[in-house]
C-alpha cells in the first residue's frame, strides 16, 4: 500500500509541476537548405547574383559560372546546374544589366553574354583594366552590384598585408556608366566583399591585419581615406581623390589620428575578433520589406573563418556612420564568402575553406536561407543617446527584468592603431549602468550608463533580460563601435 500512495505521489508530481517550454533556437526562426553540388563540380562560390527567368548565377574561384534553375525549391531534385562560362580568373563579383552579366576578374572587369541563345556565354568585352597584377595569391578584387548613379565598385586588395608595387592596389575604383575607372576612395587592406546599405551608400568589409585591429565593416566615402596607408603612393595617378592625406601615426588610436587627418573616416562598425568571427565577407542589405524577418533596413555580413551570418544596424552621428553588429545565424556548411539576398526573402550563401580554414568542414557550398515566419525575441537595433544606449525590441519585455540595470552589463575596449598585424583589446573600461527604463510600448529600453568612451566599442551582455512571454533573448550580445557621441 505505501508503495502504491509512494508511486502515486511522484506521477502527481510529475503532471502538477510547472512545464516550462525550452529557449528556441536559431533554426526555429531561419532554416538553411543545402544544393547538391553536381558531382566533379568544384563551387568554391565567389559571387552570386539573378539572371532571367529566376535562375540564380554562381561564380566560383576556379573562374567558372554556373547558372542554377529552380533556386527557390524545397526539393532539391528539382534543381539543376548548367555552366554558363569557364576560362576566367577568380570572379569575385557579378551584377547583371540589359541583358549582359558584368564579371569581376582579378585583373578587370567584364561583361559576358548568351547571344545565340544556347545557354552559354559567347561574347566577352573588358570594361575597365585600370588595376594591375602579379602573381601573388592575395590581390583579389570583388566586385559590387550597380549603384544608384549606375556605377560598379572594385575593391582591390594590396599584394600583401603591408604594401603593394601593382597600380591602385588598395584603393576602391568606380567604373561609370560611360566606362570611366575612377579612383574614389584609398586606405583598403584586404576587402571580403562589397554591398549597399538601404540608403544606397556602398561599404566594404575589411579584414583583420596592419592598420586593423579587428575586421570591420567601412563606408566608401568618395575621397576618403580608410585606414591603411599603402596606397598613399598612387595619389599622382588619382586626381579625383584630391590632395593625399597625411600619413598616419602608428601605435596611436584611430579615433586620435581621425582628429588630425580630416580624411581619414573610421570603421562604421567593428566585428569584435575573434567573439564575432575572423574572416568579414559578403554585404547584403535587407530591403525586402519585412520578408526576411523584422529587420527591414538592416545589413547582413557573413564571416568566412566562423562560417557564420551577423547582422548590423546603423544610424549617422555628427554625419558619420556608427552601429551595432549582432550576431545572426551560424551552422553553414563551408566558409561563408558570396551572399544575395533576393526580394522574396531569401539570402543565398556561398563558401569556400580554400586559403583559409572554417567552422564548417566541406571545401565549398552553396545554401540558401529563409524566414520561417516566426519572429525571434531579439536587440532590434541599438542608438547612442547623450548618457547611454536606445534598445528597440522585436517583441515586448518584460518589464521587470527588462527595468533592472543588473539585467545588463558593459565592456568597452579599442584597438592599437599600428602598422604591424592587428592588435589586442586595449584601453578596457567598465561603465556602470545606473538605470534601464522601459519604454510605454513596451518594445524600447533606455540605459543610462554613467560614462560613455569614445572611440571604443560597448559591448554589451543582457543575460537577464526576458520577453513578455518568459524567452531569453535568441542571441543576448551586441557590440556597438561609438566613434562619436551625440
Known amino acids: 500500500m505505501r508503495r502504491d500512495r509512494l508511486l502515486t505521489l511522484i506521477l502527481l508530481a510529475f503532471t502538477t509541476a510547472p512545464v516550462f517550454a525550452a529557449d528556441p533556437k536559431e533554426e526555429d526562426y531561419y532554416t538553411i537548405f543545402t544544393f547538391p553540388v553536381p558531382e566533379g563540380v568544384v563551387l568554391e562560390a565567389g559571387a552570386l547574383e539573378m539572371m532571367p527567368g529566376d535562375r540564380l548565377a554562381v561564380s566560383s574561384r576556379r573562374g567558372e559560372i554556373y547558372l542554377v534553375d529552380k533556386p527557390f525549391a524545397k526539393d532539391p531534385k528539382e534543381v539543376k546546374f548548367t555552366r554558363f562560362a569557364h576560362g576566367l580568373h577568380e570572379v569575385l563579383g557579378l551584377a547583371y544589366r540589359d541583358g549582359w552579366l558584368y564579371v569581376t576578374q582579378r585583373g578587370e572587369l567584364s561583361r559576358i553574354k548568351d547571344s545565340d541563345g544556347d545557354g552559354r556565354a559567347d561574347v566577352f568585352e573588358t570594361v575597365s583594366d585600370l588595376w594591375e597584377i602579379n602573381g601573388d595569391y592575395h590581390e583579389y578584387a570583388f566586385g559590387s552590384k550597380f549603384d544608384r548613379e549606375g556605377n560598379l565598385w572594385v575593391a582591390l586588395c594590396l599584394t600583401g598585408s603591408f604594401t603593394s608595387e601593382n597600380k591602385f592596389r588598395g584603393m576602391a575604383l568606380r567604373v561609370t556608366p560611360d566606362g570611366r575607372t575612377v579612383p574614389t576612395t584609398s586606405g583598403l587592406r584586404s576587402p571580403g566583399g562589397l554591398g549597399m546599405n538601404a540608403e544606397g551608400d556602398m561599404f566594404f568589409t575589411e579584414n583583420q591585419g596592419p592598420w586593423n585591429g579587428a575586421c570591420a565593416l567601412k563606408h566608401l566615402k568618395p575621397g576618403a581615406f580608410v585606414g591603411h596607408p599603402a596606397s598613399f603612393r598612387w595619389y599622382d595617378e588619382a586626381k579625383a581623390l584630391g590632395p593625399r592625406p597625411k600619413e598616419p601615426e602608428s601605435n596611436s588610436r584611430l579615433m586620435v589620428e581621425a582628429k588630425k587627418i580630416p580624411e581619414l573616416v573610421p570603421p562604421a562598425v567593428y566585428f569584435p575578433y575573434p567573439k564575432m568571427g575572423q574572416s568579414a565577407s559578403g554585404i547584403v542589405c535587407d530591403t525586402t520589406g519585412g520578408k526576411f524577418g523584422p529587420f527591414s533596413g538592416q545589413m547582413f555580413v557573413g564571416d568566412q573563418s566562423a562560417s557564420t551570418v551577423m547582422r548590423v544596424s546603423l544610424e549617422k552621428v555628427q554625419g558619420r556612420y556608427q552601429g551595432v553588429c549582432f550576431p545572426f545565424r551560424e551552422g553553414f556548411a563551408s566558409g561563408n564568402l558570396a551572399m544575395l539576398l533576393t526580394p522574396d526573402g531569401s539570402l543565398f550563401v556561398g563558401g569556400t575553406n580554400r586559403g583559409w580554414g572554417s567552422r564548417g568542414n566541406k571545401p565549398f557550398a552553396l545554401q540558401r536561407l529563409n524566414w520561417t515566419g516566426k519572429v525571434p525575441f531579439e536587440v532590434r537595433s541599438m542608438r547612442v543617446a547623450p548618457k547611454g544606449f536606445d534598445l528597440t525590441f522585436t517583441e515586448p519585455v ?26 589586442p583589446e586595449v584601453d578596457e573600461t567598465v561603465p556602470a549602468v545606473e538605470k534601464a527604463e522601459v519604454a510605454e510600448d513596451g518594445k524600447s529600453v533606455h540605459l543610462t550608463l554613467d560614462k560613455l568612451e569614445e572611440g571604443h566599442i560597448h559591448e554589451l551582455h543582457l543575460d537577464g533580460v526576458r520577453s513578455a512571454g518568459g524567452l531569453s533573448l535568441l542571441h543576448k550580445d551586441a557590440y556597438y563601435t561609438l566613434n562619436y557621441l551625440p
Do not use: C
Open 398 to 423: 518584460d518589464p521587470k527584468t527588462a527595468g533592472d540595470p543588473n539585467s545588463y552589463k558593459v565592456r568597452t575596449h579599442t584597438y592599437i592603431y599600428q602598422s604591424s598585424y592587428g592588435s
